[in-house]
């Protein structure tokens, strides 16, 4: 198994406040993504990143921030959280972005009160 | 715009039966078409990779077919076995320099005993 650790893996949390997930590899894999997955919608890019401090938005970005200040680590945060961000969120890396297979995480349960 | 659909949308057979499932996709210009599989409560899993000049490839149980004339795939599973139940996922990647690959909804199989 790629080496993918999310945490926290279930989060309780309350509207307004703020919250971060984090995704760390140890595969040294250039691309990282965020993807959010929610009934009916299947999964979707919140913000990937294809190196350290290269970032960019994918098709629901609105209400997130990400960071990747080291190759490993890929940070999500929810600057004031609401209940529509209420979902299962993955990280995914891969070698080449292009063509390459997505390694996913176990997920991140959220849950936004 | 890119776009994957997958049908059906959910399916449930008996153990031992077989089942096929369909992928149409309008991404352009194609690199390769994978199928996930993703547990409940696991994250996905890459099955097969299919990429223009293949039609047809196994793993297993598990056959893919791509017919990039019609852009068409399927995915189909022998002998199923319980432990089929999941999510199959159809993602296709495109050629020339993008690093988001298409993901559809997917298809929930159930397996009944």
């Known amino acids: 198994d790629a080496g993918i650790t999310q945490s926290p893996r279930h989060k309780v949390t309350e509207t307004g406040t703020p919250v971060t997930l984090r995704c760390h590899q140890t595969e040294n894999h250039r691309y990282m993504y965020w993807y959010r997955q929610d009934p009916g919608h299947g999964l979707r890019l919140i913000h990937y990143s294809y190196g350290v401090k290269d970032t960019d938005k994918g098709e629901v970005s609105d209400g997130y921030s990400v960071s990747r200040s080291k190759t490993e680590d890929f940070l999500l945060t929810l600057e004031s959280a609401t209940s529509s961000q209420t979902s299962v969120y993955f990280c995914a890396i891969s070698d080449h972005g292009q063509s390459g297979e997505l390694f996913f995480g176990e997920g991140s349960r959220l849950t936004v009160l | ?113």
Not at chain 2, 5 to 27: A, D
Not at chain 2, 77 to 89: G, N, P, R, V, W
């Open chain 2, 1 to 113: 715009k890119n776009q994957v659909e997958q049908s059906p949308q959910s399916l449930i057979i008996l153990e031992g039966k077989n089942c096929t499932l369909q992928c149409n996709y309008t991404v352009s210009p194609f690199s390769n078409l994978r199928w996930y599989k993703q547990d409940t409560g696991r994250g996905p899993v890459s099955l097969t990779i299919m990429t223009f000049s293949e039609n047809t490839k196994s793993n297993g149980r598990y056959t893919a077919t791509l017919d990039a004339d019609t852009k068409q795939s399927s995915l189909h599973i022998t002998a199923s076995q319980l432990s089929d139940s999941a999510s199959y996922i159809c993602v296709v990647s495109a050629a020339g320099g993008s690093y988001i690959p298409t993901f559809g909804r997917g298809t929930s199989l159930i397996v009944h005993p």
